[in-house]
């Protein structure tokens, strides 16, 4: 008992220094255990490739506290709250999973703390009709409108589609249907399969039976690989199409010569050193390679490490617009003036994407934050 | 839907329908014996092929440290039981059988990482090391409860398959895995493909069902198995140990959920979490059984790998709901045509 009062003193003692310097703080949360941690730990990655790319705004120096939330949304929320009420964080950014990021969003709303998702999350307004949490990721409407828009061009006329009997299969399956319909392409199946199942043998002979000039699977990371299996051992020779959940390495290892050719939309760090110099992410993607490489000791592709470095870029620049307005971190000023800053975000460049956010909407990328790649011997290949 | 269609179809439920007989049988068997409806039975097909492609890329396998620790336990549960009966002089026996026994191919795989083995060996590797998990747990978990009720031992089960799944994330990690096929012939049976693995699946069910007909029929120890199953009190009178029989019977049926894992490896991707879903769908074939018969057990598992089948190509958005809503009209029949036949637990 006398110990934690001790340390509740420490702690007091501490955040009242760091009040009186106005450092700002900044809260992130992400899944360094648990089922979740296979991405949360290259958000920690990014993170620690986006402080040693910049850690001050104008002279102040940012703070960083990291909390592991062992991918469970309770926690999460715990942590969060923690956050704004112990560490009187100036922003949240997290975290690994869609659940547990949808849950830090009414933490943000009720303490008014902007917070930044790094999953791909959809975000309602309070009932105040305010907004305090933006989303990095690319909705996944985005993503397969895309890929649809490729089909298109593909010469692609009616396609078959196959995804997990999930929230994730139906996100794939709704989002292609609006830009087929404007494209005038026709879905020819909407057959579903669970992360678990042995075979996909009954779908995958339905599909084959309607013909298909090309296939769209819905599936993610590794058993996104079960339907391409199944139709090469059909004899399906036709394309292939997927969204960016694909873009893992288990996919490439469990699917083999059965993936190869598979055209996904992707975020354009993925393929960053294979980019024009003219395109917007080149040079950005690449100092985020040379940081990654410095403050991890090992090279990236992968895209989920760019969102949280590129949470770390908006944030920075809207800290440096909140800083012009003369409010002190720490102080509930501060985290308006930040918040009206984020959401007043403007042509800023980032890795995955050149981000603009209004107040009226929590998502703020475009067309331009995806491009199309190819697996080809195993590597991802940009396909203008 | 053409003849064709419909062949492959059948061939791809009965080929699914075949891992579920031998987890199905599994399942009746440790019932009928000890009364335990063994929920993480797929847990333990799941591990098995887990271990096997982890042993294919020459790693150690997770399931190295879970057996490690289950044995120790056990050891421990037993030491303190033997210890509290003053039975000094078995202490030896159970540290062979709990302990060095288990302990072995565990050791095997431990010091022999990084070499890569022959098909054959990896497959009779990962058998050995799982082997010793159902028999282990029992000796912690169910041997203490053993006179509970059966919804005790279910509960007790559904909780065990929990901490089962969460040490699989920690020994396993959260990818999924696909080993290398058994076999890659293809045969063409009237126009139709078949696959080797299929057959192989079709086979290797077939042949262990004949062996366990075998056991039951003709050897003393299978006849032990089922005096226990028919009688535990009756069983005990003529001086059968329950015990021991329990342990048979989970040795037994650890040999069916190990296969089932090493041939289900190489069709489908499994993760640490995906032996559950096997485990269900087999219970269901199981209920049809009524959890006694292991003919019926059998046609039931097989009419669940159809169904699942047939219904992927019709209704793939519903399929798991048809196949456990096949338990409904399951359950009525039963509870109907067999009204006042189950009163077994009564005569103890």
Redesign the interface.
């Known amino acids: 008992m006398k110990n934690s009062i001790a340390a509740a003193v420490v702690a007091a003692s501490l955040g009242f220094a760091t009040a009186a310097q106005a450092e700002i703080t900044v809260g992130f949360i992400t899944s360094q255990s648990?089922?979740g941690?296979?991405i949360g730990v290259l958000y920690d990655r990014g993170m620690k490739a986006a402080v040693e790319y910049a850690s001050s705004v104008g002279a102040e120096k940012v703070k960083l506290i990291q909390l592991d939330d062992g991918s469970d949304p309770s926690s999460a929320t715990r942590n969060a709250r923690k956050l704004v009420e112990e560490n009187k964080v100036d922003l949240l950014i997290g975290t690994s999973t869609a659940a547990s990021t949808s849950a830090m969003v009414p933490i943000a709303n009720e303490l008014k703390v902007p917070m930044i998702a790094i999953s791909p999350i959809s975000v309602a307004a309070n009932d105040a009709g305010d907004r305090w949490a933006i989303v990095m990721p690319q909705p996944p409407t985005l993503m397969v409108k895309v890929v649809v828009d490729r089909m298109k061009r593909d010469g692609v006329k009616q396609f078959a589609y196959i995804g997990f009997?999930d929230a994730w299969g139906d996100l794939v399956y709704n989002g292609a249907q609006k830009p087929a319909e404007a494209d005038g392409l026709k879905i020819l199946t909407?057959?579903?399969?669970?992360?678990?199942?042995?075979?996909?043998?009954?779908?995958v002979?339905?599909m084959m039976?309607t013909k298909p000039d090309a296939v769209l699977l819905g599936g993610a990371?590794?058993?996104g690989?079960?339907p391409p299996l199944a139709l090469a051992?059909r004899g399906y020779k036709g394309p292939l199409y997927g969204t960016p959940a694909l873009l893992n390495t288990?996919f490439i290892r469990?699917g083999g010569k059965a993936v190869e050719g598979v055209q996904v939309s992707a975020g354009p760090v993925v393929v960053a050193e294979q980019l024009p110099d003219t395109h917007f992410s080149k040079k950005i993607s690449m100092d985020f390679r040379a940081a990654y490489q410095k403050a991890n000791g090992s090279p990236t592709s992968d895209a989920f490490s760019a969102y949280s470095f590129d949470a770390w870029l908006v944030f920075l620049d809207a800290a440096k617009r909140a800083m012009a307005t003369g409010a002190k971190p720490g102080t509930p000023e501060f985290r308006v003036a930040l918040r009206n800053a984020i959401f007043n975000t403007n042509d800023l460049v980032g890795t995955h994407a050149i981000y603009n956010y209004k107040p009226s909407d929590s998502y703020g990328v475009d067309e331009r934050a995806l491009v199309m790649v190819r697996l080809v011997n195993g590597q991802w290949k940009y396909e203008p | 839907m053409n003849g064709e269609i419909a062949a492959i179809l059948a061939m791809d439920g009965i080929a699914s329908g075949a891992i579920y007989v031998l987890i199905g049988l599994g399942l009746v068997l440790i019932f009928a014996v000890t009364r335990v409806i063994f929920v993480p039975f797929g847990d333990i097909a799941a591990f098995t092929a887990l271990s096997l492609a982890s042993l294919e890329t020459g790693g150690r396998p997770g399931t190295v440290g879970l057996v490690a620790v289950l044995a120790v336990l056990a050891t421990a549960v037993e030491a303190v039981a033997l210890v509290r009966n003053r039975a000094f002089h078995r202490l030896p026996r159970a540290l062979l059988f709990y302990l060095v026994l288990p302990l072995i191919p565990a050791a095997a795989v431990w010091f022999a990482a990084g070499t890569t083995f022959s098909m054959p060996v990896r497959i009779v590797l990962s058998l050995a090391l799982v082997l010793p998990i159902a028999p282990l747990l029992d000796r912690i978990v169910f041997r203490p409860i053993a006179d509970a009720s059966v919804l005790l031992l279910l509960t007790v089960a559904v909780a065990l398959h929990f901490a089962l799944s969460g040490l699989g994330l920690m020994f396993f990690g959260p990818e999924g895995v696909r080993t290398k096929p058994l076999t890659d012939a293809v045969f063409d049976v009237a126009g139709l493909i078949v696959n080797g693995q299929m057959l192989l699946i079709l086979a290797a069910s077939i042949v262990f069902c004949g062996l366990l007909f075998l056991y039951f029929e003709f050897t003393i120890q299978g006849k032990a198995l089922r005096a226990t199953a028919v009688n535990r009190v009756g069983a005990r009178l003529v001086g059968i140990r329950p015990t021991s029989t329990g342990t048979i019977a989970y040795l037994l049926a650890s040999l069916l959920a190990g296969i089932s894992g090493v041939l289900i490896a190489p069709v489908t991707t499994i993760f640490y979490d995906s032996g559950f879903l096997l485990g269900l769908k087999a219970f269901v074939g199981a209920i049809i059984g009524a959890m006694v018969s292991y003919p019926v057990t059998a046609l039931g598992a097989v009419m669940v790998g159809l169904l699942e089948s047939f219904t992927s190509f019709w209704l793939s958005a519903y399929k798991e709901v048809l196949v456990f809503s096949l338990l409904i009209p399951v359950l009525l029949w039963r509870s109907l045509a067999f009204a006042g036949t189950e009163e077994e637990e009564a005569e103890e």
């Open positions: 648990g089922p941690s296979s009997s909407n057959e579903r399969y669970v992360r678990t199942d042995t075979s996909v043998t009954g779908q002979l339905k039976a990371a590794t058993q690989a079960l051992e288990d469990v």
